[in-house]
């Protein structure tokens, strides 16, 4: 991003410079065009750049003009709460969306509806079975967008072979900046601008271009396609962290019946609060999340592990842990061993208790 950053501001110290600078930002954006769209396996026409993940989701949704839709109960907030009528599929114990509930939810109401269903779950790394709910929607005529944002760079993706019309990313999730997205559309469908004025992004997305994180977002959007054969190594270490931690305690990993991404494990800590395993890992150099939205520095119950039917007390002590890139086989011995402290400190104190 520096080389990057550097060049556009050089280049726009004048507003109303030459073409020629001009025309050096605009390759910028289009080379990222190309970038993000072989990404997703798309044409870089259909590439529709936003400023991040949330935004491409509401353009989405907001954008197409179905009167009806219908979304997995785990989608992220930005689907969920991006109109106040959305119908929501339910979702099996390891978070699977129910293609027979979303047959029958179709079925039931003839208005023109869109589906919209996630390739990879934030908090629990599940796949979704994008492809086949998109065939189902097929059948009822209705449109299908995929939130992408946590699976892209992670696994391959095909916006065609995965039958959808829509794709949405985010560049900080494949190492880019934050502040970029991209709605990505499979072919020309006729969309509503949510962000009205100029006639950006071919009238689609009005504001001026944020060249910098748009060209961040092309180049992480190259290393991410070159890198993809390298991220699946990560599931021999997260199986390693779950076959650990499962000898130390009785630890219950959500999703562990279904396919995942190779880098994310969502598990409890018997008795133990998310929130106090947080500040403990992170006392001894080790980052987690909850496995549930922070909202204001108010941790809030799961919505996904809810609709899971998980009880909220055991909710309540899940954490999310995920592997990077850069993650070394060190940091998941280093991760083992904090989370054995944390845990074996615990219920130390338990036992005095008692």
């Not at 959808?164 to 970029?180: N, P």
């Not at 004025?197 to 959007?221: K, L, Y």
């Not at 500040?279 to 899971?308: F, N, Q, R, T, Y």
């Not at 909220?312 to 011995?333: C, F, H, Q, Y």
């Amino acid at each position: 991003m520096r080389p990057i950053h550097h060049g556009i501001h050089v280049n726009s110290a004048n507003g109303h410079g030459t073409r020629c600078l001009f025309g050096s930002q605009r390759r910028l954006v289009e080379d990222a065009r190309d970038a993000v769209a072989a990404l997703a396996g798309a044409e870089p026409a259909g590439v529709v750049f936003t400023s991040g993940g949330s935004e491409a989701n509401n353009l989405a949704l907001c954008g197409t003009g179905r009167p009806r839709i219908v979304a997995s109960a785990i989608e992220h907030a930005s689907v969920l709460k991006a109109t106040p009528a959305i119908e929501k599929i339910p979702v099996d114990g390891d978070g699977m969306v129910d293609l027979d509930a979303l047959d029958a939810m179709l079925a039931d109401d003839d208005r023109p509806a869109l589906l919209s269903v996630m390739l990879a779950n934030n908090e629990t790394g599940v796949l979704q079975p994008v492809a086949e709910a998109a065939a189902v929607a097929r059948r009822h005529g209705a449109l299908v967008h995929c939130d992408a944002v946590q699976a892209a760079g992670k696994v391959v993706l095909d916006i065609k072979a995965l039958g959808v019309d829509m794709v949405s990313l985010s560049a900080h999730k494949i190492g880019g900046a934050m502040g970029s997205g991209a709605l990505v559309f499979g072919n020309d469908l006729p969309l509503a601008a949510v962000v009205r004025g100029g006639g950006q992004e071919r009238g689609r997305r009005a504001g001026t271009e944020n060249v910098p994180g748009i060209a961040g977002f092309g180049a992480a959007a190259r290393e991410a396609v070159a890198g993809l054969g390298d991220f699946a190594r990560l599931a021999r270490w997260r199986d390693r962290i779950e076959a650990r931690l499962g000898e130390r305690a009785d630890i219950r990993v959500f999703g562990a019946g279904a396919p995942r991404l190779a880098n994310t494990s969502c598990l409890t800590m018997p008795g133990v609060t998310a929130e106090h395993q947080i500040i403990a890992l992170d006392l001894a150099g080790v980052g987690v999340s909850a496995g549930s939205a922070c909202s204001s520095g108010k941790i809030e119950p799961s919505h996904v592990l809810a609709a899971m039917g998980v009880a909220p007390e055991v909710a309540a002590t899940a954490i999310r842990v995920s592997l990077g890139w850069n993650t070394t086989e060190d940091d998941v011995e280093r991760f083992i061993a904090a989370w054995t402290d944390v845990h074996d400190r615990a219920r130390a104190k338990d036992a005095a208790a008692a």
